[in-house]
Each structure stands twice: as C-alpha cells, then as structure tokens.
C-alpha cells in the first residue's frame, strides 16, 4: 500500500525552526523526485521545494529560497523540509509528494505530475 506521512509541524515564533519530514512506504524515495507543498487557508495548493532523486539538485520556490532547505535520507525512505527564519506567511498545511513523471526536478513544480499524497501536517508561524 502506497502512503506518505508528514510529521514536524507545529507552532513557531517568528524567526524560528521547525524541520519537517515524509516518511513513505509502498514505493521508494529513490525512484522519485520528492516535492514539498503547502496551502494556506483560502489559497490554492503551492509547490516550494522539490529534491532530486537523479542527483543532488533542487527546487525552492522564491518565497522560501535561502530559508528552506530540502534533503533525503533514502536509507529511511524519509524526505526533509528544514524550514528556518520562518515567517507568518509560511502559516500552511504543508504536504509531500511524488513526482510519477520525473525522477530530476524541473525549473518550476507541476502540481499535475504528482501523486501519492499524504494528509499534511500544520504549520503555524505566530508570536
């Protein structure tokens, strides 16, 4: 059965860290290139990171670039989202999923070409 997990969400000041995971289990990590998304109440779902399964390259989103740093342990078949310097418009349920289509991330994040996704994990960012 294939499912994803987001777990490390919570409540962060302003400027603080929160480090999130998604822990997949049917299919590996491996095989995939692994995106991160968030959706705010009243937005659309948007892509902000995306981690390479081909090599070492990424994808973040401007809104988060220099912020955010995403990794892979493929050992535990676990992708991160390291979420630092966080701000009040980071406030998101965020989601993790995988790319069918792609195993190397492209310059910007297709929703369309993702699947198995989990059911998220809350972020809020208030002092």
């Known amino acids: 059965q294939v499912q994803v997990v987001e777990s490390g969400g919570g409540l962060a000041q302003p400027g603080g860290s929160l480090r999130l995971a998604c822990a997949a289990s049917?299919?590996?990590?491996?095989?995939?290139?692994i995106g991160w998304f968030r959706q705010a109440p009243g937005k659309e779902r948007e892509g902000v990171s995306c981690?390479?399964?081909?090599?070492?390259?990424?994808y973040y989103a401007d809104a988060i670039k220099g912020r955010f740093t995403i990794s892979r342990d493929n050992a535990k078949n676990t992708v991160y989202l390291q979420m630092d310097n966080l701000k009040p418009e980071d406030t998101a349920r965020y989601y993790c999923?995988?790319?069918?289509?792609?195993?190397?991330?492209?310059?910007?994040?297709?929703?369309?070409?993702?699947?198995?996704w989990g059911q998220g994990t809350q972020v809020d960012v208030s002092s």
């Open positions: 999923a995988a790319n069918l289509m792609r195993r190397r991330c492209s310059a910007t994040i297709i929703t369309h070409e993702y699947a198995y």
């Open positions: 049917g299919f590996f990590t491996n095989d995939y290139a």
């Open positions: 981690s390479s399964a081909s090599d070492d390259s990424a």
